[in-house]
């Protein structure tokens, strides 16, 4: 490993720094996901680095395989967190569903805030066997089946079709946060998936 393939500040230890590959994806996660997937060349991310294109490829062989890392990474995250709000309610699942939408109303009110990054990279890629592509379905398909499970728990008739309707509603509700009041977008997005599941009553 030479000195480029590790960062970190001046009081860092060993411990303390930072892969090259960790700090070549988190410069592209903020290109990215700021300006867009096209938008970013390679050059942008290496000098945003500051590192030779010799040590970017050695860790990404090509742009697309940076995209997918990015990607990867954010579904990674995603599924960290709806695994942390099921423990946080305590198994409940519709308590996990109102930490879901608190944390998107949340997330929509961030500064910076430019909806999903699996919408948005899924506008830019159209073909389905673009590698950027199939790690936005593969995750939808994840985020469908988290929720299908859910409701199931939930004892909700025909939990299928109401996943599909509750990924919709959370589709809508991260671009809405992004073009419309982001203030609203928790509330609005819990009381719709208490509609749709026949929870309507109580807090």
């Known amino acids: 490993m030479t000195n480029e393939d590790t960062a970190g500040g ?25 300006l867009g997937l096209h938008a970013v060349s390679a050059d942008k991310v290496i000098a945003q680095v500051g590192i030779t294109k010799v040590t970017f490829y050695r860790h990404f062989p090509t742009k697309d395989d940076l995209i997918v890392a990015y990607l990867e990474r954010r579904a990674r995250w995603e599924r960290d967190a709806i695994a942390q709000a099921r423990e946080a309610a305590g198994g409940d699942p519709l308590g996990t569903f109102r930490i879901i939408a608190q944390a998107i109303g949340a997330e929509s009110c961030s500064p910076g805030f430019r909806g999903c990054p699996f919408i948005n990279a899924a506008a830019e890629y159209a073909d389905p066997a673009h590698p950027a ?11 469908k089946q ?3 499970a859910m409701l199931k728990e939930m004892d909700v008739a025909d939990p299928a079709l109401v996943a599909d309707q509750l990924v919709m509603l959370r589709d809508g509700a991260m671009v809405s946060g992004y073009l419309s009041d982001p203030v609203t977008v928790g509330d609005a997005l819990y009381a719709a998936i208490r509609a749709v599941t026949g929870f309507s009553g109580g807090a």
Do not use: C, N, Q
Not at 10 to 34: E, N, Q, V
């Open 10 to 34: 001046p009081a860092s230890g060993a411990a303390g720094k930072i892969p090259m590959r960790d700090r070549i994806l988190d410069a592209a996660t903020g290109l990215f996901y700021a």
């Open 133 to 143: 592509r199939r790690v936005v379905d593969s995750h939808r398909r994840w985020f």
């Open 146 to 148: 988290a929720i299908e």
